[in-house]
């Protein structure tokens, strides 16, 4: 099996920042992309972020010159780093990655339960 197991959402003040992680673990042979998306009240899931293998992100253009997504390939690990936060950032922030487990000759998506994140004053 695959777990994807978030961390690091909580209530933050508009223009503060946080760290989100996910770590997934299991029987799995490699990770190819890992990600970060998020939905809101009443909006449509939505891509943050998404990093790969090697290391290239990119961003969603609500995010892009505040966010920085990374990962820790030795733990299986991706990271979310946010700064000046808004409240339009209130959402459920879930982690996403396409993985091959050992016995599969194929990837496929796995997701998180999530993340709340809550931009308010």
């Known amino acids: 099996q695959v777990q994807l197991v978030e961390s690091g959402g909580g209530l933050v003040q508009p223009g503060g920042s946080l760290r989100l992680s996910c770590t997934a673990s299991g029987t799995i042979n490699s990770i190819n992309g890992m990600g970060w998306y998020r939905q809101g009240p009443g909006k449509q899931r939505e891509l943050v972020a998404v990093v790969s293998s090697g290391g290239s992100a990119n961003y969603a253009d609500s995010v892009q010159g505040r966010t920085t997504i990374s990962r820790n390939n030795a733990n299986n690990t991706v990271f979310l780093q946010m700064t000046r936060l808004k409240p339009e950032d209130t959402a459920v922030y879930l982690c996403?990655?396409?993985?091959?487990?050992?016995?599969?000759?194929?990837?496929?998506?796995?997701w998180g339960q999530g993340t709340q994140v809550t931009v308010s004053s």
């Open positions: 996403n990655a396409y993985i091959k487990r050992f016995r599969s000759s194929t990837y496929r998506d796995y």
